[in-house]
């Protein structure tokens, strides 16, 4: 099976429904597929053969649903860029998945100015601006009917490493089809009709959601940014029954004073997921919300690897401490707690999570060598410490590999210390994860200077902003004359630096 012929037939089926709502924009499923078809033959006017890479600066929108559409049908693989990334992040990602078309919505077009002339791959950029709509209305809309193999890249998504450089995450259109699936095996039926709610963008966690709600008739409903009135009035007003929303957004809707008391019968499922919750944000989430949460718990190489819903969720178990577990290992996802040799562990052992499904990666883009380390026997190394106890439920401990995670977005200390360390008072510097009552974590950075050095803690933050964006610039900064602490071989003992900051916490990652 391939995306293109599932999403085509439950055009087909449900060709009436409404499929896609922003704002005032209402799209049937054939009026959102013609307009799929007509894309993917523009893109086709262009130059782009199956199997080419399309790279897409966007919030959600109609535009954001054309495109999902559209490279599907051409048979293209869809590069998601991050609208809070810097621009060289932007350059990495559309440089080494060697994307020939880029496109842009209108406001984000500054941000991609002079690229065609730094990318040789990179041909053609197209903003969507006020003339997209008569470009997009003068395509064909005959179907290009194009040839596809399940085992044809569908997406390249990208996460984070340890050089600071993005790896993309390369996806068939069989492994993304599988994810969609597991991702909603545990989740109530969709029924044609039923209303999704994406306040995250679809390029990134969000996005897990849209092809299972088209493939079943559902709606996808489209928000281009995050307000927490807006949120709550549009979940009761539209009768939203499936959403997705990282623990920060879950926390900003609970300390509304309007949640409570407005009408959210229609709610089936909110998938709460992307970084870890604290228990009070999801007691109050029930409050709110009622025993229609789910929390599930995987990562962009692979997904999902475990899932529960609130019974499970709030139980009473013994052995097991659900409230603070991340799910119940999924019925078709392989879990397993390997030690430093990688051999499996017995349960309430603690080791690295490793995990492999039918919704994995199939590698590293370009990079057989970090694939290498990732895929050990076939199984995904997660880079995240846990446990499994004896009845299933998985927790995370502590991440192996430094990653920080703030309100759903993954931070790799050394992408900023990268970029830290290129500012001249600057001698090194270490950056490493803290609690934070909003975001979860934040970075912090300890930079070390020499006496009489003049920077300020407000340069380098504003440093990291501008290159990498502002999610990414340290929640707090230290500037110290002191040498940084390190082990017999050199390298920085950022476990000690961090030690601090969490005494108290009694998981070592924090949540909202």
């Not at 990602?93 to 991609?112: I, Q």
């Not at 299972?212 to 927490?228: A, E, K, Q, R, Y």
């Not at 975001?439 to 930079?447: D, K, L, Y």
């Amino acid at each position: 099976m391939d995306v293109r012929t599932l999403m085509r037939r439950a055009a087909e089926h449900y060709s009436e429904l409404t499929a896609i709502v922003h704002n005032e924009d209402r799209l049937t499923f054939a009026q959102a597929w013609r307009r799929g078809i007509q894309l993917a033959n523009g893109l086709r006017s262009m130059g782009v053969q199956p199997g080419d890479r399309v790279g897409v600066l966007e919030d959600n929108s109609v535009h954001a649903a054309d495109l999902f559409q559209g490279a599907t049908i051409a048979n293209a693989v869809r590069v998601p860029l991050y609208p809070r990334n810097g621009r060289p992040a932007h350059l990495h990602m559309l440089g080494h998945t060697n994307c020939k078309v880029l496109l842009v919505s209108a406001n984000h077009a500054h941000e991609v100015e002079g690229m065609l002339d730094e990318l040789p791959d990179l041909q053609h950029i197209l903003v969507r601006d006020d003339s997209y709509e008569d470009w997009l209305a003068v395509q064909s809309d005959v179907d290009p009917d194009i040839d596809i193999d399940p085992n044809d890249y569908f997406i390249i998504r990208h996460t984070g490493g340890t050089t600071g450089l993005s790896k993309g995450v390369a996806y068939t259109h069989k492994a993304w089809l599988a994810a969609g699936r597991d991702w909603f095996y545990a989740f109530p039926p969709v029924e044609p009709g039923d209303k999704c709610l994406h306040l995250g963008p679809i390029s990134h966690g969000s996005g897990y959601q849209y092809l299972p709600i088209w493939l079943s008739g559902g709606c996808n409903v489209m928000v281009d940014h995050f307000d927490t009135a807006e949120t709550l009035e549009l979940m009761e007003r539209e009768h939203v029954n499936y959403a997705f929303m990282v623990p920060t957004m879950v926390n900003a809707v609970v300390h509304d004073n309007t949640a409570r008391g407005r009408d959210f019968s229609s709610l089936k499922c909110l998938l709460i997921a992307a970084a870890p919750i604290q228990d009070a944000t999801a007691l109050a989430a029930r409050e709110v919300f009622g025993d229609c949460l789910y929390q599930g718990y995987g990562q962009t190489e692979v997904l999902p690897v475990s899932m529960m819903n609130s019974k499970q969720w709030f139980a009473e178990l013994e052995g097991s401490n659900p409230l603070r577990a991340c799910g119940l290992a999924l019925p078709f996802a392989e879990v397993e707690i390997w030690d430093e040799d990688d051999q499996p562990l017995p349960a309430n052992e603690v080791g690295e999570i490793v995990a492999r499904s039918d919704g994995m990666m199939s590698e590293f883009w370009n990079n057989p060598e970090a694939t290498a380390e990732r895929i050990v026997r076939g199984w995904i190394k997660t880079g995240d410490l846990g446990k499994l106890d004896n009845n299933g439920y998985l927790y995370i401990v502590d991440r192996a590999d430094d990653m920080i995670i703030s309100g759903g977005f993954n931070i790799w200390p050394a992408e900023l210390e990268n970029v830290i360390a290129g500012h001249p008072d600057v001698i090194e510097v270490a950056v490493f994860g803290v609690p934070h009552p909003r975001w979860g974590e934040t970075p912090h950075a300890v930079c070390v200077v020499e006496d009489g050095a003049t920077v300020t803690a407000e340069a380098i933050t504003d440093m990291v902003a501008d290159d990498l964006g502002s999610y990414k610039k340290p929640g707090g900064v230290t500037i110290t004359t002191d040498p940084l602490p390190k082990s017999p071989v050199g390298k920085i003992k950022r476990k000690d630096l961090r030690e601090p900051y969490w005494e108290g916490v009694d998981r070592r990652v924090s949540g909202s």
